[in-house]
């Protein structure tokens, strides 16, 4: 299969998409918002229109970006089990979600800081909103998940998307990132869809049982976590809109904003916990009979992994004890960090209006489950 509906573009590609991408009308005013000067657009889109392959536009392009929003915005990315993995093996990242597009942004810019390969992205259809968007994250490694096609697409696309990502881990020899569920984490309380184990499996040769075929596939569950929440305000007003309209569906308009807010929105410091591969582990799991039991054995290990590794921060512990009304965690944080943490928490929810207050319990909830989930896990 050529995948060619879904795959990144290859070097050979990048040369003619970049000058389109730079030629796009709609891409300028991104341009003169990241560089602000004129000039410097000018010198960014001619060094654009002379790359020839991804590693040098990730490289001299996406890296140097990716390190300006880590500076303006965040109070240090850092990283831990990176010893867990090999340079020459590829794996599936199955990780938390909490930003859409600096999740994997972050990442990737680890690894080129650790001397790694960066991997390619999963992106739902649903963000690709304008063309300049489809055409940025193609040429940044990215692949297409399929999103809100008819019923009878679905099956297909999910077959298709899971022979994509065996032929890149097997046959291209390269890592992938994924979330462990279809959106982002509203209320911080992360747990992996058996759904996507399912559509991960159907590549699975029959020749190969279920043990072999994930084992292929290395999984290495990631927890991803920040001190601040990059869009926790615009989460929490998703939740109270869905709660009081069981209708409510997002528009591309939303998507935008929260990738918009998630770059700008200071976000404390930020920790990547890179787990162990699950293969021993899967004989157990294969264990349980039926493929339903297995593919939530399977998610349960993801799960275990993210929750125990997770880098919680004072922000979560503080809102664990004003949620529950104690000070159980209160050797974590100073009364310094508590008294800025309500100060965020009422500035970021001034949106919210009215709602405000309602929206406390939301935004309380986010932080205080990954602290809840840890706990469970352990």
């Not at 229109?49 to 500076?71: C, E, H, S, W």
Request: glycine share 4%; aromatic share 8%.
């Amino acid at each position: 299969m050529s995948f060619n509906d879904i795959r990144p573009y290859s070097d050979e590609e990048l040369n003619q998409e970049l000058n389109t991408l730079i030629n796009d009308p709609e891409f300028e005013p991104i341009l003169s918002y990241i560089f602000k000067d004129e000039n410097i657009v000018k010198q960014v889109k001619a060094q654009l229109g002379t790359m020839n392959n991804v590693r040098d536009f990730q490289l001299n392009f996406m890296y140097p970006l990716v390190k300006q929003i880590i500076a303006e915005s965040t109070d240090g990315v850092t990283c831990s089990g990176i010893e867990n993995l090999q340079k020459d093996k590829a794996y599936i990242f199955i990780s938390n979600h909490r930003d859409i597009i600096l999740d994997s942004a972050f990442m990737n810019g680890l690894m080129f800081q650790e001397d790694l390969n960066t991997t390619e992205i999963a992106i739902g259809s649903n963000l690709l909103i304008f063309d300049w968007i489809t055409r940025l994250v193609r040429i940044n490694r990215a692949f297409i998940v399929k999103r809100n096609i008819p019923v009878k697409q679905q099956l297909l696309a999910s077959r298709e998307l899971s022979q994509y990502i065996r032929h890149v881990i097997t046959e291209k020899g390269e890592s992938i990132w994924i979330a462990q569920r279809e959106g982002r984490s509203k209320d911080g309380n992360d747990a992996t869809q058996p759904a996507l184990l399912k559509m991960l499996n159907m590549s699975n040769c029959k020749s190969k049982d279920f043990v072999e075929g994930f084992k292929e596939l290395c999984l290495v569950p990631l927890a991803i976590s920040y001190e601040i929440e990059p869009c926790g305000n615009e989460k929490v007003v998703e939740l109270l809109n869905r709660s009081e309209n069981t209708e409510f569906k997002k528009t591309p308009k939303d998507d935008l904003l929260a990738m918009s807010e998630g770059l700008k929105n200071a976000k404390g410091r930020v920790h990547f916990a890179f787990g162990k591969p699950i293969t021993t582990e899967l004989e157990q799991v294969a264990e349980s009979g039926k493929l339903n039991d297995q593919l939530a054995g399977l998610a349960s290990l993801v799960d275990q992994q993210i929750h125990t590794n997770y880098k919680l921060w004072p922000t979560n512990y503080i809102a664990y004890d004003i949620l529950n009304n104690t000070d159980k965690y209160s050797q974590e944080y100073t009364p310094e960090q508590k008294e800025k943490f309500i100060q965020v928490t009422n500035e970021r929810l001034e949106i919210l209006g009215e709602r405000k207050e309602a929206g406390k319990g939301l935004w309380m909830n986010m932080y205080a489950n990954p602290v809840i989930n840890k706990e469970n896990a352990n």
